[in-house]
């Protein structure tokens, strides 16, 4: 659910309009199997423009309501009228789990992003792309980490299909440990990528029927390559 209209706002920004909408997706990837909101806005100016998104999960676990909460917010500024612009972006939430007798709360280490993003689209803006440099700052981990961020859009079909999203490769460092016979092995992996295209239905300019699948590495608390597709509905205002 993360990012997942930058572009297609990056489009709407060209044409002066203010994005808003609400998702609802049901995870049923292994050990997953619950639903996430999503809530996003983009709203541009003579300057630029401002995004961002909240992610909320529910009923993870023994845990009856919101289990996790993420944000992400960012602001570019416009370098003239060149297809480059100054990105500067915060990222971060926080969860609780129950597991009796073990039962507690955690964050999401924050992260503060500033580098540059250059954008295109084609001259109906049913297509497009921008690719980010940015130097990573994440809190009480790395000082100065990099994330290299990709996101496009494709409308089809007189815009009654749009298969958009976004891909991320950032340095991190995670400790994964995993039991070999009765001695505990453990892995430190240095990146971290996630990738979530969707593809999506558009009924009406307001509701949209479709899928998420979020393509991870070394990502959540999971080692390795994953696969977690959803199913979900939007209301765009």
Same mark, same amino acid.
């Given at each position: 659910?993360?990012?997942?209209?930058?572009l297609?706002?990056?489009?709407?920004l060209m044409?002066?309009?203010v994005a808003?909408?609400?998702?609802?997706h049901?995870?049923?990837g292994?050990d997953?199997?619950?639903p #996430?909101?999503t809530?996003?806005?983009f709203k541009?100016?003579k300057w630029?423009? #401002?995004?961002?998104f909240?992610?909320?999960?529910y009923?993870?676990g023994?845990?009856?309501?919101?289990s996790?909460a993420?944000?992400?917010?960012?602001?570019?500024?416009?370098?003239?009228?060149?297809?480059f612009a100054?990105?500067a @972006? +915060?990222?971060?939430?926080f969860?609780?789990?129950?597991n009796?007798?073990?039962n507690?709360a +955690?964050?999401?280490?924050g992260?503060w992003?500033?580098g540059?993003?250059?954008?295109?689209?084609?001259?109906?803006?049913?297509?497009g792309?921008t690719?980010?440099?940015l130097?990573k700052?994440i809190r009480?981990?790395?000082d100065?980490?990099f994330?290299?961020?990709?996101?496009?859009?494709?409308?089809?079909?007189?815009?009654?299909l749009t298969?958009?999203?976004f891909?991320?490769?950032?340095g991190?460092?995670n400790?994964?440990?995993?039991?070999?016979?009765?001695?505990?092995?453990?892995? #430190?992996t240095?990146?971290?990528?996630?990738?979530?295209?969707?593809l999506?239905?558009?009924f009406?300019e307001n509701?949209?029927l479709?899928? @998420?699948?979020?393509?991870s590495?070394?990502?959540?608390?999971?080692?390795g390559f994953?696969?977690?597709?959803t199913?979900?509905?939007k209301w765009t205002?």
């Amino acid at each position: 659910m993360m990012r997942s209209y930058l572009l297609i706002f990056v489009s709407l920004l060209m044409t002066g309009a203010v994005a808003q909408n609400v998702q609802l997706h049901y995870d049923f990837g292994k050990d997953r199997g619950y639903p #996430t909101t999503t809530v996003e806005m983009f709203k541009p100016d003579k300057w630029g423009s #401002t995004f961002f998104f909240v992610d909320m999960d529910y009923n993870v676990g023994d845990v009856k309501g919101v289990s996790l909460a993420y944000w992400e917010i960012a602001r570019a500024i416009n370098l003239g009228k060149t297809p480059f612009a100054f990105h500067a @972006e +915060y990222n971060g939430g926080f969860g609780q789990f129950k597991n009796d007798p073990f039962n507690g709360a +955690y964050t999401i280490n924050g992260a503060w992003l500033g580098g540059f993003e250059y954008s295109r689209n084609n001259s109906d803006f049913t297509k497009g792309f921008t690719l980010q440099l940015l130097y990573k700052n994440i809190r009480d981990k790395h000082d100065a980490s990099f994330q290299l961020t990709g996101v496009w859009y494709m409308h089809m079909l007189n815009k009654k299909l749009t298969f958009s999203g976004f891909a991320d490769f950032w340095g991190e460092d995670n400790v994964f440990t995993e039991m070999e016979g009765e001695a505990e092995v453990s892995e #430190t992996t240095k990146f971290v990528f996630l990738s979530e295209p969707q593809l999506w239905y558009n009924f009406t300019e307001n509701i949209s029927l479709g899928t @998420e699948i979020e393509l991870s590495s070394n990502f959540g608390g999971v080692k390795g390559f994953a696969v977690n597709p959803t199913i979900g509905a939007k209301w765009t205002f």
